[in-house]
């Protein structure tokens, strides 16, 4: 993706950089990745670079819409370069695995609410929770109920 990573980049007015060309590329090598796993990716790819160079490229990214941050209640904020599509997440509640899931096609009714409050609303960020199919195996294994919220 180098080559398509830095005519993004560029094509939305970003200065083009070592680190955000790694981060970028390790964003989209690794969808849902948190910044901890991103780093050593980014380490691996481009050698020394610190914690906080990082973190500006991801927050650079995010705030110019090229990767999307999602942060699911009690876990570190997760990165992907999916965006511009209005998808949601479902997540793990035992391991923390996280795919993504396709909005409803044509008529989206996450998008109605009871009262909009006067805004236009054209984005809606659903998470589902649940337990993996590991997971679900691993819990009847155990003899746990998997449907169990208490896991």
């Known amino acids: 993706m180098t080559g398509n990573a830095e005519q ?9 950089t070592a680190q955000r060309l790694a981060v970028l590329n390790a964003v989209s090598a690794r969808p849902h990745a948190t910044a ?12 020394a670079v610190s914690r906080q160079a990082v973190f500006d490229a991801l927050g650079v990214l ?5 990767i ?3 942060q699911p ?3 570190a904020a997760r990165y992907e370069d999916r ?24 008529y989206r009714p996450c998008l109605e609410v009871t009262d909009d409050f006067g805004y236009a609303i054209d984005e809606a960020e659903v998470i589902y929770w649940g ?9 009847t294994a155990a003899g ?3 449907s169990s919220r208490n896991q």
């Open 8 to 16: 993004l980049l560029r094509d939305n007015g970003i200065q083009v």
């Open 36 to 47: 901890d796993d991103l780093i050593g990716d980014v380490r691996a790819s481009i050698g």
């Open 62 to 66: 995010s705030e110019n819409g090229l």
């Open 68 to 70: 999307r941050r999602i």
């Open 73 to 75: 209640a009690r876990s």
């Open 83 to 106: 965006v511009d599509d209005n998808h949601h997440h479902l997540v793990c509640r035992h391991c923390g695995d996280m795919v993504d899931v396709d909005c409803a096609a044509g």
């Open 131 to 139: 337990l993996c199919p590991a997971c679900q195996k691993a819990h």
């Open 144 to 146: 746990q109920d998997p």
